[in-house]
């Protein structure tokens, strides 16, 4: 079992910047896949980055979206997942998530299927004001 708990969340003006941070523990040996989504209330979840590992390479995808805006990163140890938001805007605003995926393809972890995703956090709000 993976656990995965989220944090770093705020209200935060359109052009400002927050960092999530999503902590993980248990098996995290099998996680070869990390991934951040969100979701707003009435909206499927949509996949946000994903962060790839096959030791010693790391490949972050993300969506269209969020390019240039948004990096996902993680920490030497692979225990912490990282989601570093700039120039923020009020689009951004949902309820952020964390997930681990075990023995990912990197095909896989390069689309962030959610159902792909075994273990989930349960969320950090994020609301961005104009």
């Known amino acids: 079992q993976v656990q995965v708990v989220e944090s770093g969340g705020g209200s935060v003006q359109a052009g400002g910047s927050l960092r999530l941070s999503c902590a993980m523990s248990g098996y995290t040996d099998r996680v070869n896949c990390m991934g951040w989504f969100r979701q707003v209330p009435g909206k499927e979840r949509e996949r946000v980055a994903t962060?790839?590992?096959?030791?010693?390479?790391?490949?972050?995808y993300y969506a269209n979206s969020v390019k240039e805006r948004f990096t996902i990163s993680q920490d030497n140890a692979r225990k912490t997942v990282y989601l570093q938001m700039n120039s923020l805007k009020p689009e951004d605003t949902a309820m952020y998530y964390c997930a681990a995926a075990t023995r990912a393809l990197e095909w896989k972890c390069s689309q962030g299927f959610d159902a792909d995703f075994g273990y989930w956090g349960q969320g950090t709000q994020v609301t961005v004001s104009s």
């Open positions: 962060l790839y590992t096959d030791i010693p390479v790391t490949i972050a």
